[in-house]
Every structure is written in structure tokens, then in C-alpha cells.
């Protein structure tokens, strides 16, 4: 229902953050606090898990940490509040390294998994993840190669516009419009 929420990061706790889109502040469970910053505008990406009796919103700095929490809620036995918790215990590079390399003593030692739950993600896991992340790089190197080629036509160096979209790539953009329009304000500094 939500993709993600852009706004100040208005409070952070131990497991959690509250983001202010608008003047409503969303209260997002987090698996890492320290990825986000007091007062700063952000792009927090988001999972509304719906029961019965709650309504829960998780947040993720990164597109890659949302894809892999859906992952691992899709496999049988893991919830989303596990899913988070496994998160907030290693990180994403870590988690398919072993899942990738079957590694079950390494996903046993986090939080809720048992031998039984560490062979299920596993076998349902194992394979998918590296997709993923090949697939999300090189459409990402599409958008950059993209973006070079529009900023060149503009006339801006070559040396410039590499270091620009190399600081670009830890802000969590996705689109053309939005590596373009925050390499402008970059450029033109």
C-alpha cells in the first residue's frame, strides 16, 4: 500500500523512527536507527503489515533492505517483526552471503531462527537474492549512463560529472528525474 514516505525524520528511538510528511508523523519500525539522522529529510521506504487488531509500518533506508525483508516474510514461519529483528542483527550483504553459501550455524545465531526456520529460508531463498541485486544494479547502470549522457548535452565536464554521480549512488535515488535534478543542484554549486 505504501512505498515509501518522504519527510524531516522528526524522532528516532532504539527500534524505530517517526517521519513528518506533511505535518503526520509516521512511526516506522527500523532495523538500523543509525541510518537515519534528526531533522533530515529522507526518503524512508516502507511495509504496511496489516492484522486484525494493528496496523504496523516498517522502514527501510534502502530499496535493497525493503526487497530483502519481503523475501524473507515470504518464507513460511517468518513474520514481519522476525524479519526486522534479523535485519537489525546483520546486514543485508551478510544475510545473502549465507543464505547464498547455505551457511545455517551464521542465520541460527540471529534472533528467532532455529535449525528448522534457517534450512527454510534456505530453500526457499537460495538463488533468488542474487537475482535481484544483479537485476537492481544494472538497471541503476542504465539510469546512470542515462544521466551522463543528458549532463554532458548540457555541457558539464566529464571529470565532474563522474565524481557528481559517484556521491549520487549512496542517496538512494531510482530515477533519471531524480539523479538529474540533485546532480544539477550539485553542479551548479
Do not use: W
Not at 528511538?13 to 516506522?28: K, P, Q, S
Not at 496496523?55 to 524473507?72: D, I, M, P, S, V
Not at 546512470?144 to 557528481?164: C, Q
Not at 531524480?178 to 543542484?185: D, K
Amino acid at each position: 500500500m505504501y512505498n515509501y514516505f518522504e519527510g524531516v525524520i522528526s524522532e528516532i528511538a532504539v527500534d524505530r523512527i517517526v517521519v513528518d510528511v506533511n505535518g503526520v508523523g509516521y512511526e516506522l519500525l527500523v532495523s538500523h536507527p543509525n541510518d537515519f539522522h534528526l531533522g533530515s529529510t529522507t526518503k524512508v521506504y516502507a511495509y504496511l503489515q496489516v492484522k486484525e487488531d494493528e496496523f504496523a509500518l516498517f522502514g527501510f533506508a534502502t530499496k535493497e533492505e525493503k526487497r530483502l525483508f519481503l523475501r524473507l516474510i515470504s518464507v513460511s514461519g517468518i513474520g514481519p517483526k522476525t524479519a526486522i529483528n534479523l535485519l537489525t542483527k546483520t546486514s543485508c550483504d551478510n544475510m545473502i552471503q549465507a543464505i547464498e553459501t547455505s551457511n545455517t550455524s551464521y542465520l541460527k545465531k540471529l534472533p528467532g531462527i532455529g535449525p528448522k526456520a534457517a534450512q527454510q529460508i534456505i530453500l526457499d531463498l537460495k538463488g533468488k537474492l542474487v537475482y535481484d541485486q544483479a537485476k537492481t544494479s544494472s538497471q541503476n547502470d542504465a539510469v546512470l549512463s542515462d544521466v551522463k549522457a543528458a549532463l554532458k548535452g548540457l555541457g558539464f565536464k566529464a571529470n565532474a560529472i563522474d565524481t557528481v554521480l559517484a556521491s549520487l549512488v549512496k542517496e538512494n535515488l531510482v530515477t533519471e528525474e531524480e539523479y538529474l535534478r540533485r546532480a544539477l543542484q550539485l553542479l551548479r554549486r
